[in-house]
């Protein structure tokens, strides 16, 4: 996400400051590994989380125009694991892989409804965030409308598609 993101403004900046990537990955570790224990569920989210953290922070040190520092100095400023996404993750991650462990004891429909929920759910969580600071989705002055609803559309698909197969597949069911 951060050689998407790059260095500058714009759709790949939107793209790149997507929160719904972030919740997701954890919530998915938790799914495929914690065998539906919330406790390691919660664990590997948390470990999933960190790892993307310092991934994105690392690739950072290289991607971004930080001025003339040694690479060393690079990496302390990204890898600055005081700030607030690595406080936001610790809280996330496993509050997420906990929800996927949990999910995962039902079966694959309600980890692929976490997923959709939480794609089609963040744009409305950022309105809610940043509603109070100037206006609807003032954190990227209006110019992530379009990111947003298109990821909103990829959702709301990925729900109907999601639906249509769980349906034809209890008409299956029903029929043999």
């Given at each position: 996400?951060?050689?998407?993101k790059?260095?500058?403004?714009?759709v790949?900046?939107?793209?790149?400051?997507?929160?719904?990537?972030?919740v997701?990955?954890?919530?998915?570790?938790?799914?495929?590994?914690?065998?539906?224990?919330?406790?390691?569920?919660?664990?590997?989210?948390?470990?999933?989380?960190?790892?993307?953290?310092v991934?994105?922070y690392?690739?950072?040190?290289?991607?971004?125009?930080?001025?003339?520092?040694?690479?060393?100095?690079?990496?302390?400023?990204?890898?600055?694991?005081?700030?607030?996404?690595?406080?936001?993750?610790?809280?996330?991650?496993?509050?997420?892989?906990?929800?996927?462990?949990?999910?995962?004891?039902?079966?694959?429909?309600?980890?692929?409804a976490?997923?959709?929920?939480?794609?089609?759910?963040?744009p409305?969580?950022?309105?809610?965030?940043?509603?109070?600071?100037?206006?609807?989705?003032?954190?990227?002055?209006?110019?992530?409308?379009?990111?947003?609803?298109?990821?909103?559309?990829?959702?709301?698909v990925?729900?109907?598609?999601?639906?249509?197969?769980?349906?034809?597949?209890?008409?299956?069911?029903?029929?043999?």
């Amino acid at each position: 996400m951060s050689a998407v993101k790059g260095n500058g403004a714009g759709v790949r900046d939107g793209i790149g400051n997507l929160s719904a990537p972030w919740v997701i990955a954890p919530m998915l570790a938790g799914a495929a590994a914690a065998r539906g224990r919330i406790f390691a569920g919660a664990a590997i989210g948390l470990l999933t989380t960190a790892a993307a953290l310092v991934g994105f922070y690392l690739a950072n040190s290289f991607v971004l125009d930080l001025g003339p520092h040694s690479t060393f100095h690079d990496l302390g400023l990204t890898l600055d694991i005081g700030n607030m996404w690595f406080k936001a993750g610790a809280v996330s991650g496993p509050a997420m892989g906990a929800a996927g462990a949990w999910a995962s004891r039902r079966g694959h429909v309600p980890v692929a409804a976490i997923v959709i929920a939480t794609i089609v759910l963040e744009p409305l969580a950022v309105y809610l965030v940043y509603f109070g600071s100037g206006g609807f989705f003032a954190a990227g002055d209006g110019q992530w409308n379009g990111i947003y609803a298109g990821e909103c559309i990829v959702g709301l698909v990925a729900a109907v598609v999601l639906l249509r197969a769980r349906a034809a597949r209890r008409r299956s069911s029903t029929t043999s």
